[in-house]
Every structure is written in C-alpha cells, then in structure tokens.
C-alpha cells in the first residue's frame, strides 16, 4: 500500500476519534455544570477543557474570558483551529477523499454523509440542545467504526485504520484522566464541606459517564465510586474497551499485522508500553504520582505515533 | 439563431428509437419524477460524485447536474461513428508519431512547420523517442456534436488529458437504479467494462519486456477538478492512485514508496499536464511532478499515458488538418466531419472572422473546459468588442467556427422539459489495437439557448444510450 495512502487512513481514523473523544469532554462538562458547584469551580471545569486539548492559548487571543457559552463554540464549531469537532469532523471527511478508492463504498459514504449532515446539526441542533449534539457525533463515530470493521477486508488499510483509533482513543482517555484527577487533588478543598461524598460520586460518575463506563464500572466493582478504582478500570483493565491498556493491546496488535519489514523497533517499543500497562498495579502507579505517570505516557504515545509516521507513513525520501 | 435538429421529435411526432422511452414517460406522475430526481441528486451528493469549481473558494465541490431524460443513438448511426472515431483516432496517433519522428506530413507541405514547432505543445524532448507501439494518445476524448439537418461532427479532439468517462459510468448506474424498467423496454448496449478496458489497454502498452506491470494512475491531487474521476477509476481497475510525491526516480526507473519499501511501476495513467510531469524538465516549480521522471521516460522504462507532447495534435489549430491527416496516413476519405474553420493567424482569415464576430464562435487554441470563448450570437456588443481586442493583440492564438445549431434533446428544467443542446465524448482507448465502449459522455447546456455544454460552465450529463437493435 502507498505510504501516503496508509497516513490519510490513519488520520482519517484518528480525526473521527478525536472528534468522539472532544463531544465526550465537552458533554461531561456540560453535565457537571448542571450539580451544584462554586462559579470558580465551573471556570475551572472549562478552563481545564481547553488545557486538556491545548487549546488555552488560542482560546485567549479570541474571548476575553472563559465563559461555557464561548467555550463550546470554539471547540465545537470554529474553523479557524484544527480541534474543534467541525474541524476534525472536515479533516476526517477530506482524508478519507483523499482515499476514496481504498475505501468501501460504505465507509466513504458514512464519513461524507457526517460532514454533509453536520452543518445542520450546528445550525439546528447545536445551540438549543448541545446534549444531543454530542450524541450525534459520539453516534456517527460509532457507525463509522462499526462500517470500517463490519466491510473493510482484514488487511493492512484496516490495520492503520484500527492503529489510527486506538492511538488517538489511548492519547485522549490518558489526557481525560489527568485534567480530571489534577483538577480533584488540587482543589479537594473548595467544595462545599457538607456535600463532600455526594459531591465526589457525582463528579467520579461524570467522568465514567464520559467514557461510558458507568455501568462497567458497577458490574467489575460492585461497590462505592473510589478515585483509585476509577483510575484503575480507565487505565490497567484490559476488558474496558477505552482503557489505555486495551488500546495498547490494539495498538500492538496492528502494528504486528503492518511492521513485516519495517518498524521491528516500533513494534518493540509499543509492546513495552503495553507491557507495562499489563503488569502495573494501580496503587504502584498512585504512589509515583499519577499527574507524572500520564504525562510520561503521553510522552510516549506521541513518540509512539510519530515512529509510526517515520516507519510507515511519511518514509524519508530514499 | 438557426434551428436545430431534435433528437427525440421530427415535425411533431416522436422519433421511432425514442417512442417507447416517450410512452414510458408519459405514463409518471410529476410527483414520481420530482422524486426519482431529488434522489438521484441526494445520491450523487452523498457517494461524492462531485467536481471541483476553481476560481470559487478553494475546495469548493460541485455535483454535475444529471438529467434523467436519456440521449438515445440508434445501432446504425453508432457505427458510422465508431468506425469514423477509430479512423480517427488511428490517424492522430500516426501523425504525432509523425511529429516526432520523420515529418513526412510537414516535407510534403501538408502542415506549416510553424504551425507544429512553434507550437508550445511541441515538445522536443520527444524528438526521435520510440514509445510502446507508437502510440501517444492511449485515452483520447472526441467531442461529437450533431448539427444542420441531423449530421454528425467532431468538434474537438482531446488527446491529453480527457476527462468525464467517470460521469458516463455512474450515470448508468443511476438510470439503472432510478428506471430499471427502462432497461427491460430498451436493449442498451453496456458501459461497465470500460475501466476492464482500460486497465488492458495501459498494461498492453507497458515497456518492452515488463510482463506482468504494474500500472498507477497520477493525480494532482484532491483539489483537482477531477479528482473523484481519478479516484474511481483507480478504485474500478484496483490499482493505485499516486500523486506525485509517491513516486521517486532510482537507477533509471519509477518506484512507490509504500509501507512496505519501494515499488517498481511500468504504466502510469497520469492524469496531469505535461508541464507539471517532471520539474527538472518542465516546470520547475511543480511540486505535483517527480523529478527525473522524464529522463526513465526517454529511455523506454516507464511508461506515460497519454505520452508527453501529444497536445501538438489536439489544438485548434491543428484541428482544421485531421482530414488531411486521414488522407495522408491512412489513404481514406474521412468519415466524420470537420466543422469550417477559420485561423484567426491568416491575415485573409482574420479579417472575415473580426468583421464576422457577431456569428462566430471564437476559442483559444490552446482553450479547454469552456473557458476563454466568445459565442458570438450570445454575447453583447461590450463583450464582442473587448473579445474583439484580444483577438487582434495575439491572433495567432485564436481560430473561429459557424456557430454551430447543436442538436438538442428534451431534459427536464425549472418550468417544465424542454430542449437543451447536447454534445457527445466518446473515449477511444489505442494501444495494440482501437477500442471503445458504445456512446459516451453526453453533455448538455442547461440554460435555454446556451451551446457552452462544460460542467465548469454549468453544464449537466445524460445516460447515453447505444441501442443494440
């Protein structure tokens, strides 16, 4: 397969991610902004979204300051940032044109009828129920990933496209957790005293919503929401389809299927990395601190995504 | 403006190959209409059967409108024209050859030199290069209008880069999935093997002793107005389709950079101009190119499809000399017609086209997809004379026709159907023999009186129906 056809497939794969992950976040904050909560609390809710996508300082040169209403413009429909859901949803759509003839008929069409419907879901959709919006994009990514696995053949243009997923979903459930667990452990104090407990569960069952792990995480625990528990199912079990540790496994996995000739280092250095997640125990992690442990992760999935383009996608010139 | 030939009615009653569509067609509701049309337009959109607008916003696609109302050609009218078409297209193949080898036709005095190397689509660079099976034009594109009293004549021959057989596929596929019992009321000749056709065709012409090539289809690139052409046919025939900087030159041969290393390629289909192939030896600035292609090229390792410098034979210019050429190659009278053709670059010529200009049709020799003409009858006295002008500051770049009364077949429009002028792209294939799929592209001019038929232009298509009995 072409190189430059393999990175558009890969990219094509990761924009619609990033686009399910960034309604994800977006609605989590939307949800949260509905508990009870201090105004600097709220300010800081979106304050993180915006860190989380490295998005605060081009946020800053645009509104004076962080308002919900402004936030959610910016990351859902502004053009002028390659971020926001209409941008990713755009760039998904034009990597998959730039393909069309790898593709099935199915996925390109799923991908084109997104872009083509979303305008109207922004114009008619977006403003009067942002709820429902996100929806629609979580659903569209869910339809383009069941049409990829459910038409593609099994061969190396589904591969970078599952490699292209699982790096992207690995990337944005590590940032997820870091904002959200920095957040909680730097500012344990100016939630209201009385409602502490209530406040925690609320805000841990936010986030597991988030990642549609509610329900998962009431059949693996059967028990009270914990911080610890919480990080333990969203990072090292290997059974929860957004955890870093299944997306590792993915992630190795395709590129065992791709790395035949080239990328024998990348493979090695994915599968470390997944071997890590495998054999860690949560408590371990807590202990190094985990502010620290999910910036090294992130470190390394961001080298790991670029090994992928040296090896695989943008060969240096010969 | 003259009148001109209908192709589905003659004084008022319907034509023989046109009675059973008419019949069908008098049987729908407008509302069964109005619906199969909303779909055929919600279905183009959707599968992304669009063309790029240049000179609007960059990026901005366009769905070719597609009109249901068939154009329909009878089996003896078809093979008039296939057998013209192959004379043809045969006959331009051994002229460039020609060109670039002995100029037999220019010693006898059958073309002005000047007319050829001083011609910017000459390229030197091909002088005395042997190509596989002495064919340039592998894809060639002829427009085919109908004029007068029902005869046919090539307008133009696109040799370089034609675009449009896409349209004519998915166009089928359209009326077969919107009208299938059409199909049970008519015995049309299939398209579909056309991309078949050409994938035999390009590797039937790779280099001397490749045996089992492999061919690659070039593209511009995304923004390209053809882009989703490029894309389903590289889809249709299942091979790649490059741009570019996929390729490379390496000890004297074109490879792909791949995922799994690099990739020899024999054929590429390459649906770019000469200008951009190669930056060392065309434009330098071309970033769509690959460096040293040119010089494989030349030594027979690769192939290119359509040749490089076939555009000394598709320019107006040379236009008027095609008969000729049959005559001089092929011992043959022609058997499609030339339309009358003025050269704006003779003086005698020139005067009768200024002093005629509000009759004529007036092109660049060098003018494609509509852009850049004058049709004189259309047009104001502003715009004739601000034409007027640039034709006198660089006559040679202009020639002039009649303005020619296009045939015309019904299609639905805003207040109703009406007649709209059409025009007809078969796409002839050469490499060790002449093929073709029956019919082609019709275009058709959707405003009331317009004869500019380009999609550019906002021209729309028709399924085009070969009729096997």
């Not at chain 1, 693996?220 to 590792?248: G, K, N, Q």
Request: hydrophobic share 40%.
């Amino acid at each position: 397969m072409l190189s430059r056809t393999a990175d558009h497939l890969f990219w094509m794969a990761r924009y619609t991610e990033r686009a399910e992950n960034t309604a994800r976040m977006l609605d989590l904050n939307v949800q949260t902004g509905l508990l009870p909560q201090t105004p600097a609390a709220a300010k800081r809710g979106w304050c993180n979204t915006l860190s989380i996508s490295e998005l605060q300082g081009a946020y800053d040169v645009k509104y004076p300051e962080v308002t919900a209403h402004d936030v959610l413009n910016f990351m859902v429909r502004d053009t002028s940032h390659a971020s926001s859901i209409a941008s990713c949803l755009r760039a998904a759509r034009e990597n998959a044109r730039a393909v069309r003839g790898t593709l099935t008929t199915e996925v390109w069409e799923t991908l084109n009828i997104t872009w083509l419907e979303m305008q109207n879901q922004l114009d008619r959709v977006f403003d009067s129920d942002p709820g429902k919006f996100f929806e629609w994009v979580r659903h569209r990514s869910h339809l383009s990933r069941g049409v990829t696995f459910g038409t593609m053949l099994q061969d190396e243009a589904l591969y970078f496209i599952r490699l292209g997923t699982f790096l992207e979903r690995a990337d944005n459930t590590a940032r997820i957790l870091d904002v959200k667990f920095h957040d909680a452990e730097r500012n344990a104090d100016d939630r209201p005293r009385n409602h502490e407990h209530q406040q925690d569960f609320y805000y841990w069952a936010a986030i597991l919503r988030s990642v549609s792990a509610f329900e998962i995480y009431r059949k693996v625990y059967r028990d009270a929401i914990t911080p610890e528990r919480v990080a333990d199912l969203l990072m090292l079990r290997s059974d929860m389809p957004r955890s870093l540790h299944a997306c590792l496994s993915e992630v190795v996995r395709n590129l065992r299927a791709v790395a035949v000739d080239a990328g024998r280092d990348t493979l090695r250095f994915a599968g470390k990395l997944h071997a890590e997640l495998k054999f860690a125990h949560i408590e371990d992690i807590l202990e190094q601190g985990l502010h620290a442990y999910l910036t090294g992760f992130l470190e390394r999935v961001y080298e790991l995504g670029n090994r992928v383009s040296r090896d695989f996608l943008v060969p240096a010139a010969e | 403006m003259p009148t001109f030939f209908d192709e589905m009615y003659a004084d008022g009653t319907v034509r023989d190959h046109y009675r059973a569509f008419e019949s069908w067609l008098s049987a729908q509701s407008p509302e069964d209409i109005a619906r199969k049309r909303a779909e055929a337009d919600l279905i183009f959109r959707r599968v992304g059967i669009t063309f790029a607008v240049y000179g609007n916003e960059a990026g901005t696609e366009r769905v070719i409108p597609f009109d249901i109302v068939p154009r329909i050609i009878t089996a003896r009218e078809w093979e008039g024209m296939q057998a013209g078409l192959v004379q043809r297209v045969q006959a331009l193949n051994m002229f460039i050859h020609d060109i670039y080898h002995d100029q037999n036709i220019v010693k006898a005095g059958l073309v002005p030199p000047e007319q050829i190397f001083r011609n910017a689509q000459y390229r030197p660079e091909m002088q005395g290069i042997s190509v596989a099976s002495d064919i340039y034009a592998h894809i060639a594109g002829i427009d085919i209008v109908r004029a007068g009293q029902g005869d046919f004549y090539v307008l133009e021959d696109n040799l370089r880069v034609p675009s449009g057989v896409s349209y004519m596929l998915e166009d089928r596929k359209m009326m077969m999935r919107l009208f299938p019992e059409l199909f049970a009321r008519y015995s049309v000749a299939p398209v579909e093997h056309y991309p078949d056709m050409l994938l035999d065709n390009l590797r039937s012409v790779a280099p001397l002793g490749v045996t089992d090539p492999t061919v690659v289809i070039m593209t511009p690139g995304m923004y390209n107005s053809a882009y989703f052409e490029h894309a389903f046919l590289a889809q249709q025939m299942g091979v790649e389709l490059v741009e570019g900087q996929d390729l490379f030159v390496n000890d004297n041969a074109v490879y792909m950079r791949t995922t799994r290393g690099p990739k020899r390629v024999d054929v590429i289909y390459r649906r770019i101009d000469d200008d951009y192939l190669d930056p060392l030896a065309f434009r330098a600035d071309s970033t769509l190119g690959v460096p040293g292609l040119l010089s494989v090229y030349r030594s027979g390792r690769v192939t290119l499809a359509n040749a490089i410098g076939t555009g000394v034979a598709d320019d107006k210019s040379i236009y008027p000399f095609v008969p000729d050429m049959i005559r001089f190659y092929l011992s043959e009278e022609p058997i499609l017609n030339n339309v009358p053709t003025w050269q704006c670059r003779k003086q005698d010529e020139l005067s009768y086209v200024l002093a005629n200009l509000s009759q004529l049709v007036v092109k660049e020799v060098h003018g494609a997809g509509g852009y850049g003409m004058l049709v004189g009858p259309a047009c104001s006295k502003a715009e004739i004379e601000n034409f007027r002008q640039r034709i006198i500051a660089r006559p040679e770049n202009y020639i002039a026709q009649p303005t020619l009364a296009l045939s015309a077949c019904p299609t639905f429009v805003d207040a109703g159907i009406a007649p709209r002028h059409i025009d007809l792209r078969p796409f002839v294939l050469s490499g060790k023999t002449i093929s073709m799929v029956p019919g082609g592209l019709t275009r058709v001019a959707l405003q009331a009186g317009s004869l500019v038929v380009n999609s550019s232009q906002g021209g729309g298509t028709k399924d085009t129906w070969i009729l096997e009995n």
